[in-house]
């Protein structure tokens, strides 16, 4: 598998387009994020700048950046808040352009929110090194629109609050406890969920964290996301689905070891 695993139902052609971005913000750890070049900036003032950026959400699905005042696309913020991220799931895709991928655009401003800085830094642990230099700081966007390519003939221009899920559930203020007991009581859960529910190979995967329509697993350098079939509001909400999620894999490894074996022929 490579770095990145899409939400795997993000090109289902059943879910909303508010759904099919909301995915695609989920599962990501990263985007391309365009910025306005600033005047008096070393390049051309107004052209459209692309970087690269490490990414992640907010329970609402709304995108958190970490970034450093030193990089340029910080200076164009500081200058025009105006930006652009596009998230991608064409990724390990045969024909990249069948594949669901989204421009969300909006207005990044910095965030004093202990809980963003939490959520990135569970989302992406090697930022611990860096997250205390003084010159990185916490970003959110404020999410205006979003243009949606999910496939050939499948485009979809939508407003912020037509992607983005539901904020304040009762699970936000427990999701750190339903996290660390997944991770200190449930390892062999989250290795079926990984191997037999989500196909990827390796041992050691742990949650980095849970929302209303699922839970984030990463191994390394790599992360998946575990859909769930409805979405939940609380802990128990979450517990639920997850033990059903178990009982899921465990069916399907039962059931594949009983399907008859082919015969050997000499």
Same mark, same amino acid.
């Given at each position: !598998?490579? !770095?990145?695993?899409?939400?795997? #139902?993000?090109?289902?052609?059943?879910?909303?387009?508010?759904?099919?971005?909301?995915?695609?913000?989920?599962?990501?750890?990263?985007?391309? @994020?365009?910025?306005?070049?600033?005047?008096?900036?070393?390049?051309?003032?107004?052209?459209?700048?692309?970087?690269?950026?490490?990414?992640?959400?907010?329970?609402? *699905?709304?995108?958190?950046?970490?970034?450093?005042?030193?990089?340029?696309?910080?200076?164009?913020? $500081?200058?025009?808040?105006?930006?652009?991220?596009?998230?991608?799931?064409?990724?390990?895709?045969?024909?990249? $352009?069948?594949?669901?991928?989204?421009?969300?655009?909006?207005?990044?401003?910095?965030? =004093?929110?202990?809980?963003?800085?939490?959520?990135?830094?569970?989302?992406?642990?090697?930022?611990?090194?860096?997250?205390?230099?003084?010159?990185?700081? /916490?970003?959110?966007?404020?999410?205006?629109?979003?243009?949606?390519?999910?496939?050939?003939?499948?485009?979809?221009?939508? =407003?912020? &609050? %037509?992607? @983005?899920?539901?904020?304040?559930?009762? @699970?936000?203020?427990?999701?750190?406890?339903? /996290?660390?007991?997944?991770?200190? %009581?449930?390892?062999? *859960?989250?290795? $079926?969920?990984?191997?037999?529910?989500?196909?990827?190979?390796? %041992?050691?995967?742990?949650?980095?964290?849970?929302?209303?329509?699922?839970? =984030? @697993?990463?191994?390394?350098?790599?992360?998946?996301?575990?859909?769930? %079939? #409805?979405?939940?509001?609380? &802990? =128990?909400?979450?517990? /639920?689905?997850?033990?059903?999620?178990? #009982? #899921?894999?465990? &069916?399907?490894?039962?059931?594949?070891?009983?399907?008859?074996?082919?015969?050997?022929?000499?």
């Amino acid at each position: !598998m490579g !770095m990145m695993d899409t939400d795997a #139902k993000s090109s289902k052609t059943d879910r909303s387009p508010g759904a099919i971005v909301r995915g695609l913000l989920r599962a990501t750890d990263r985007a391309t @994020l365009a910025t306005v070049q600033r005047d008096g900036s070393p390049g051309p003032s107004g052209w459209p700048y692309a970087s690269l950026v490490m990414m992640a959400v907010d329970h609402a *699905a709304t995108p958190i950046l970490l970034i450093s005042t030193l990089a340029d696309h910080t200076q164009n913020l $500081l200058a025009d808040p105006r930006a652009s991220l596009l998230v991608d799931g064409t990724a390990g895709l045969e024909e990249p $352009l069948t594949g669901a991928r989204a421009t969300v655009m909006g207005r990044l401003e910095r965030s =004093d929110d202990p809980e963003h800085r939490r959520r990135y830094l569970a989302r992406h642990p090697s930022a611990e090194m860096y997250a205390g230099f003084g010159d990185f700081s /916490v970003w959110r966007m404020q999410v205006e629109r979003a243009h949606l390519v999910a496939g050939f003939g499948r485009i979809h221009w939508l =407003d912020g &609050a %037509d992607l @983005l899920g539901a904020s304040g559930l009762p @699970l936000e203020t427990r999701e750190v406890d339903v /996290v660390g007991h997944m991770n200190e %009581d449930h390892a062999d *859960a989250i290795a $079926l969920y990984a191997k037999v529910l989500l196909g990827q190979d390796g %041992d050691g995967w742990t949650m980095t964290g849970v929302d209303a329509e699922g839970a =984030d @697993l990463r191994l390394g350098g790599r992360i998946a996301r575990l859909p769930f %079939d #409805k979405p939940v509001i609380d &802990a =128990d909400g979450a517990r /639920v689905e997850l033990v059903r999620l178990v #009982k #899921k894999a465990r &069916a399907s490894i039962s059931a594949e070891a009983q399907e008859p074996q082919n015969p050997v022929v000499p």
